[in-house]
Structures are given as structure tokens and as C-alpha cells.
């Protein structure tokens, strides 16, 4: 019998930026599309994968979604990529 590995979010919770994106009610294909990468990308970040790195225009797209829901870019954790961190979004 194979036994099946547990995903990073079944050992360690939900990503901050997977709670932020579900908030918004994005699927990873739509978020990405409105800060301008690619659902795989944000797929790596909210997997605690890769390090989000955003341009400019990135975070001015990200600074606009989080006021359209009445919060702040500042409400985002410096280890937001990691699965299990404590969110400040909450």
C-alpha cells in the first residue's frame, strides 16, 4: 500500500495569501491575472514553494484588491508564503 504524502497546508494550515485570494472569492488563475503572473506562480506561493516577489504595478494591483475588500497591504505578513504562518488578515 502507498501511503499518501500530506500537502504542506494538511501539515501546516492555509497560506495567508490562499486565505486572502479566497476572501476576494479568486480563483489562482483569476488573482494572478489581476497582479499580472501566472496561476502557477501564485499556485508555488501559497504552497510555500517560491517567495512571492512582486514589480510595482504587482503591488499597486494587490494594494487595490485589499482595499476593495477594506484592508491594507500592511496587513500582510512579511512570511506570508509560508503555509501556517499567522495571519494578520484575519
Known sequence: MVKKRKSREEQEGESPLKKLRSELDM???????????????????????????????????????????????QEIPENANTPGSQSQLE
Not at 46 to 69: C, N, Y
Request: hydrophobic share 35%.
Open 27 to 73: 480563483s489562482q488563475e483569476e488573482f494572478g491575472r489581476i497582479i499580472g503572473t501566472s496561476a502557477r506562480t501564485v499556485s508555488r506561493w501559497e504552497a510555500g514553494d517560491s517567495v512571492p516577489t512582486f514589480t510595482i504595478p504587482q503591488m499597486k494591483a494587490l494594494d487595490r484588491l485589499l482595499r476593495s475588500i477594506g484592508k491594507s497591504i
